[in-house]
Nanobody, 114 residues
Framework: QVQLAESGGGLVQAGGSLRLSCVAS????????MGWYRQSPGKQRELVAH???????YYAASVEGRFTISRDNAKNTVYLEMNSLKPEDTGVYYC????????WGQGTQVTVSS
C-alpha cells in the first residue's frame, strides 16, 4: 500500500518562492508518474506538473517557466519548486502517484498574498 506525505506549503507574498515535497512510502512499480495537482477556490482540481520515472515532464501552461518538478527515485520523493508565485497560484496542492493505481496525498495549502 503506497502512502503519500506532503510538506512545504505555506503563506508567501507574490513574487516569492516555496518548495513542496512528497514522500511515497511503500512499493511502486518501476514505471510510474509522480506529480502535483492543485485545487483553487471555486475551481476544479487541475494538473500542475508531473514527471515520469523516465524523467519525462509536463507542466501546465500557467506555471511553465516558474515551477520546476524533480524527483529523487532513491527516496521515492517528488518536489515542486515554485518561483515567482502569483495570487492565482493559491490553492491546495495534492501529490499524485500513478502506476497500476492512483494515489493522492492529503493536500497542502499554498496561499500567495498580493
Amino acid at each position: 500500500q503506497v502512502q503519500l506525505a506532503e510538506s512545504g506549503g505555506g503563506l508567501v507574498q507574490a513574487g516569492g518562492s516555496l518548495r513542496l515535497s512528497c514522500v511515497a512510502s511503500g512499493k511502486m512499480f518501476s514505471f510510474n508518474v509522480m506529480g502535483w495537482y492543485r485545487q483553487s477556490p471555486g475551481k476544479q482540481r487541475e494538473l500542475v506538473a508531473h514527471m515520469t520515472s523516465a524523467d519525462s515532464t509536463y507542466y501546465a501552461a500557467s506555471v511553465e517557466g516558474r515551477f520546476t518538478i524533480s524527483r529523487d527515485n532513491a527516496k521515492n520523493t517528488v518536489y515542486l519548486e515554485m518561483n515567482s508565485l502569483k495570487p492565482e497560484d493559491t490553492g491546495v496542492y495534492y501529490c499524485n502517484v500513478r502506476d497500476i493505481a492512483t494515489r493522492w496525498g492529503q493536500g497542502t495549502q499554498v496561499t500567495v498574498s498580493s
